[in-house]
């Protein structure tokens, strides 16, 4: 407790010395590094534009001293850094449900919900870091959190066209991707964690395998229109001892984590392209397979095959603001032989799909209005699936239908106030008295508003 007081103490006291009014132009040590403004970088953070896409592609080596009038790296010499690449970011929050959660108070606060470490930024000139470790008011614990570290090739060509390449290594595939379509930096940017439901049935590349594993490869972009990746994972549960015994990790099934046999590879193929100097688009897939010793390191295996689409839209208006659309659909297939072994499953063969759509207007860079619907439907399984109180499924069925609005205000560049709203029309497979209880779907719609500071 006097630890936790302690850091709490000393992010308000930072934080209060850094959101002086000013130029307000230092998010984080990104910002330092570069001599940028937030707005350079993000729409909305952590929401990239064209500048962070390329600062991201190059290893996040891009300072003040490689910068053009472009906002790209053309290469540069030796220079020792000038400031420590460290930040941190502060969130608290107010969650409320539109019916309390049996036995618990109908009211959530959190202060902090949660504090982020950042190692982020420049190392050497080809070699940058995005390193975070995470506080959390949930567990009153400090925990390793999604990080990504990458070499940045010196920038050649390729068929006379630019062409930058890079290596790779990450704990959360999806986050070393250059776009908000993916799901580790999909929107919502900023969610309940204590209070307040999100479907539990997810894809193996939609988060279950976020801080679980270890892995990296090599990514490529030509001609600042194809991108591409190709890279291999390992299970490495966070929080359990070594060597892996299998038996520890978050997983869809927590009683059977998922254990990677050999290595999960994963792939990315993405194309960008300005229509015009106000309209531009990317389209790509991306997908994930995943073969997994489930709750073990040895013996039947289980398979998951995880394809994906997804694509992104940006108008800028003739008044400078923008208009953003982001979605992204994903189909997994299983092979659950292991688990139907265990008892686990009712069938080999389950398929799970998930589809997500959010739009937002950006008012310059000071008032952001997001919209979206998010949707979850796949086999039912009576036995993956359980029907249980409160987070219980109906039938066996994974069906989960809603929408998330949110509106988000920035009094400085790096102070965040927002306010969401997610309701739910399908929770865990119906609409009224999913769990048994009594229980309904919009029973869980979700209020939650929070103060997100980035110094």
């Known amino acids: ?35 940028l403004s937030c707005s350079a970088c993000h729409s909305s953070f952590p929401e990239l534009t064209p500048v962070g896409r390329d600062f991201k592609l190059h290893a996040y080596t891009t300072s003040v001293n490689n910068l053009t009038e472009e906002g790209t790296n053309r290469g540069s010499a030796l220079s020792l850094l000038e400031d420590v690449p460290l930040s941190v970011s502060f969130q608290t929050s107010v969650t409320a449900t539109d019916r309390s959660q049996p036995g618990s108070q109908s009211l959530s606060v959190e202060f902090p919900q949660q504090i982020n470490f950042w190692l982020a930024g420049q190392i050497t000139p080809h070699f940058g870091t995005f390193l975070q470790l995470t506080y959390t008011e949930s567990a009153d614990a ?19 066209k630019r062409f930058v390449w890079g290596i790779d290594a990450n704990n959360n595939p999806t986050i070393e991707d250059l776009w908000n379509t993916t799901p580790a930096f999909g929107f919502s940017y900023a969610n309940p964690d204590s209070a307040g439901f999100v479907p539990i049935a997810t894809t193996m590349i939609d988060g279950a395998l976020a801080t679980q594993v270890i892995g990296g490869g090599l990514y490529a972009m030509w001609d600042n229109h194809l991108y591409g990746t190709i890279e291999v994972y390992r299970s490495q549960h966070l929080g359990s001892a070594q060597p892996e015994n299998g038996t520890n990790g978050a997983a869809p099934l927590v009683a059977n984590p998922i254990d990677i046999q050999a290595v999960a590879p994963y792939w990315r193929l993405a194309w960008q392209q300005n229509i015009d100097k106000n309209n531009y688009f990317e389209i790509g897939t991306y997908g994930i397979y995943v073969s997994s010793y489930p709750g073990a390191v040895s013996g039947p295996t289980d398979s998951y095959l995880d394809l994906a689409a ?42 799970l799909d998930t589809f997500r759509l959010d739009v937002s207007y950006h008012f310059g860079n000071k008032l952001t209005f997001t919209a979206g619907p998010f949707m979850t439907w796949g086999t039912s399984d009576s036995l993956r699936y359980p029907t249980g109180a409160l987070t219980g499924y109906s039938n066996g069925t994974t069906n989960n239908n809603g929408f998330i609005v949110q509106a988000a205000y920035w009094p400085w560049q790096n102070f965040e106030i927002g306010l969401q709203y997610r309701g739910f029309i399908t929770f865990n ?11 309904n779907a919009s029973d869980d719609n979700t209020f939650y508003g929070f103060i997100w500071i980035n110094f």
């Open 1 to 35: 407790m006097r630890i936790k007081t302690m850091v709490i103490a000393v992010a308000v006291t930072s934080a209060t010395w850094w959101l002086v009014p000013s130029n307000a132009h230092a998010l984080a040590s990104f910002a330092r590094q570069t001599g």
């Open 429 to 439: 497979g119906a609409s009224s008295n999913y769990d048994g209880t009594g229980r």
């Open 310 to 351: 997804d694509a992104s839209y940006e108008l800028t208006l003739a008044n400078g603001d923008l208009i953003v659309l982001h979605s992204t659909y994903i189909h997994e297939m299983t092979n659950l032989d292991a688990s139907v072994a265990a008892g686990n499953a009712s069938q080999a063969n389950d398929d």
């Open 142 to 160: 400090f925990s390793g959190d999604s990080s990504d570290v990458r070499f940045a090739g010196t920038e050649t060509k390729l068929a006379d």
